[in-house]
């Protein structure tokens, strides 16, 4: 069973940092496109930042030049660094992965999702 566990979330000034990570398990073979979400309180989920396998990335206008995503291919970790913290990136912050996992019929694929992280910038 694939599981994917956030860590890092809390609460911080305006201007501070965090690091979330998000580390995947259970019978994974490899690991396709990662993401970091965020939704915000009466607000849709947005896509944050994306990385492909080969460390390709792409980021929200928002958050240019203030988060960096990456990933520890070996670990099956991903992460989130986030500095300039803003009160509007307050949110709860999800990982999700594209997922090659074992099954007893044979490889498969599928999407998944972490349980989520608070973040809150306090202004």
């Known amino acids: 069973q694939v599981q994917l566990v956030e860590s890092g979330g809390g609460l911080v000034q305006a201007g501070g940092s965090l690091r979330l990570s998000c580390a995947a398990s259970g019978g994974i073979i490899s690991i396709n496109a990662m993401g970091w979400y965020r939704q915000a309180p009466g607000k849709q989920r947005e896509l944050v930042a994306a990385?492909?396998?080969?460390?390709?990335?792409n980021y929200a206008d928002s958050v240019k030049g203030r988060f960096t995503i990456s990933r520890d291919n070996a670990k099956n970790t991903l992460y989130l660094q986030m500095n300039s913290l803003k009160p509007e990136d307050t949110a709860v912050y999800y990982c999700?992965?594209?997922?090659?996992?074992?099954?007893?019929?044979?490889?498969?694929?599928?999407?998944?999702w972490g349980q989520g992280t608070q973040v809150t910038v306090s202004s």
């Open positions: 999700n992965a594209q997922v090659l996992f074992r099954h007893f019929l044979g490889p498969r694929t599928g999407d998944y």
């Open positions: 990385i492909t396998s080969s460390g390709s990335t």
